[in-house]
C-alpha cells in the first residue's frame, strides 16, 4: 500500500476543511420552503417569538436527502437516490419521501438497533441473554417494528410475557436485567416505559411499584441456557414485598390490593397503558422527539420527574394527544415530525444564544453512530466489516455482508464500534451511548491501514478512475456518492486543479478525494 507524502496529507486536510467550512447559504439553507406549517410549527416558532430567539432558515433539499435518510433508516442516499431528489421539482417531494423510508427495510433494522440500546439486547457479561435468546428477542424487536406494531401493545407484551425466553422472545425484558430482585425489575420498567430514573425515588415508593413484579420467577431446563420466566405466587418474594395484605402501590401513590388469581404484571400493565396515565404516554412521545432532533423535550430524555419540566408543554402535550389519536401508531409521530418545517430547519443557527438550542431552533449536529458510520463508509467503497464475540461460532455467526445496524446482538462486536462509542447495552440509558468526537478516532479515519484500503480497493474509486471522465464529472460522482450533494464551483475548481496538476497519477487523484472527503466534518456528522 503506497504512503502519502506530506503534501497530500495537507491537500486533503485543506480540502476536508474546506468543504466543512463552506458558507455558501446554498448549500445548506434554502430562502424558502414548500412545507406547510403545522401545529408543531405553531407551537415551537411561537415560543421562539416569545424569547425573541431568531430561528434558522429552512434547510436545502440536498442537506434534507441526506438527513432524513440518516434519521429514519440509519442509511446514506446512494448517489442516484441523492441526484434525483435534488433535481426533483415536485413540491410534495419531502412528504413523499419520508412515506417511502417509513415502509423500508432499513426502518426496521436501525430503529431495532435503538431498541435494542433501551432493552439492552446482549449475550454476555452483564446481561448474559445468551445467544439464541438475544437473537430470537431482537428479531422480535424487529418484526414488531417492520409490522408497526402499536406501541402500547409492544408495551404490554413485553411487560406481560410468561414462557422460555427462547420462544417467547419478549420474556427477555425481564432477563436483560442484571439483577433479579424485584426493586431492579421495577426500576428497568420505570426507565424503559416511564422515563424515570427509579433510583433516585424514596425507598418506599420504589418499593410500592416493586410489588408488582414480586411474582415474577425464573427456573432452568435442559436446554442450555433456556430458562423459562413465569408468573410464581410461591415466590420467596411474595412475603417481603406484597406480605399478607397483597398490597401494592403505583407510581401516582394509589394503593391496590392485587388479586391472588392474576398476575400481578397485568394489573400495572393496565394502569400504565392508558392514555390517561401522566408518564407512558409523555415517555414514548418525548423520547421520539429526542432520537429526531437530538434532545427531549423533557431533557434528558430518560430523566422525566417534577423538577425536571418540558421546555414547551403545549408541544409536548400535542405529541402525546397526536399520538393516542394514532392509536399509538408510532410511525405516524415520526411522520408528523418529519414533515413539521421545525425538523426541516437548517443546521447553520439564526442565532447564538444557548437558548436557541434549548427550544429547537436549528437542526443539531451529531456525529454519526458508530453502527451508522461503519455502514456508510462500507456502502460508500463496497467493503464489509468483520465482527466478532466472545462466544464462538457456530452461535454468533454473521454473514460478511451484514450490517451494523442490523447487529442482533450487542456481544457481537468490532474496534471500530469498540472505537467509536457503541453503548454497551448494560443499563438501557440513553448517555450509555458515546458519540464525542476523540483524537483516536480522529487519527484512524486520517491514518489507519483499515480505511484507507476500504478506499483504494473500493469500487466507487475504480470505477471512477477507469472512467476517463473529465475530473469535474468525476468529482460531481464523488460528492454525491460520499455527501449526498453537488459540489460547489469551488469544490469543482480544487478537484480539478488537483486532477491537473501533474503530481499526482488519476487514480490517487480519485483516491485523494475521496479519502478527503470521507474525512470531512460534513461526512462524520448529521446536519
Known sequence: MRKRPRVLLFLAGWLATMVASA????????????????????????????????????????????????????????????????LDRRPNKRAALIDRLLERDEFADYWAMKWSDLLRVKAEFPINLWPNAAQAYHRWIRDSLRENKPYDRFARELLTASGSNFREPPVNFYRAVQSKEPPALARAVALTFMGVRADRWPSNQLAGLAAFFAQVGYKSTVEWKEEIVFNDPASTN??????????????DGKTITLPADRDPREVFADWLITPKNPWFTR?????????????????????????????????????????????????QLFRLILNSRVYQLSSVPGDESPEAAAHFACYPLRRLEAEVLIDAINQITGSSEKYSSAIPEPFTFIPEDMRSIALPDGSITSPFLELFGR?????????ERNNRVTAAQRLHLLNSSH??????????????SQSRKPPREIATGLYLGILSRFPTEEELQAAEAYANSGKVRPREAVVDLAWALMNSAEFLHRH
Open 451 to 464: 480505511i484507507q484500503r476500504k478506499i483504494e480497493q473500493s469500487r466507487l474509486v475504480q470505477d471512477h
Open 238 to 251: 411474595v412475603a417481603v414485598y406484597l406480605g399478607p395484605t397483597r398490597r401494592a402501590r403505583f407510581p
Open 283 to 331: 415517555n414514548i412521545a418525548n423520547r421520539v422527539w429526542s432520537w429526531l432532533l437530538r434532545r427531549g423535550i423533557i431533557h434528558e430524555p430518560d430523566d422525566i420527574r417534577p423538577d425536571n419540566p418540558p421546555g414547551n408543554p403545549q408541544l409536548l402535550a400535542h405529541l402525546e394527544n397526536e399520538l393516542v389519536a394514532a392509536d399509538y401508531d408510532l410511525k
Open 23 to 86: 458558507t455558501d447559504a446554498t448549500l445548506f439553507s434554502a430562502a424558502l420552503t414548500t412545507t406547510p406549517p403545522s401545529r408543531i410549527d405553531e407551537l415551537v416558532f411561537g415560543q421562539l417569538r416569545q424569547l425573541k430567539i431568531q430561528p434558522a432558515e429552512p434547510c436545502s433539499d440536498a442537506v434534507f436527502v441526506r438527513r432524513v435518510y440518516l434519521d429514519v433508516i440509519g442509511t446514506l442516499p446512494s448517489a442516484v437516490e441523492a441526484r434525483e431528489f435534488i
Open 423 to 431: 453503548p454497551p447495552r448494560d443499563t438501557g440509558l440513553e448517555s
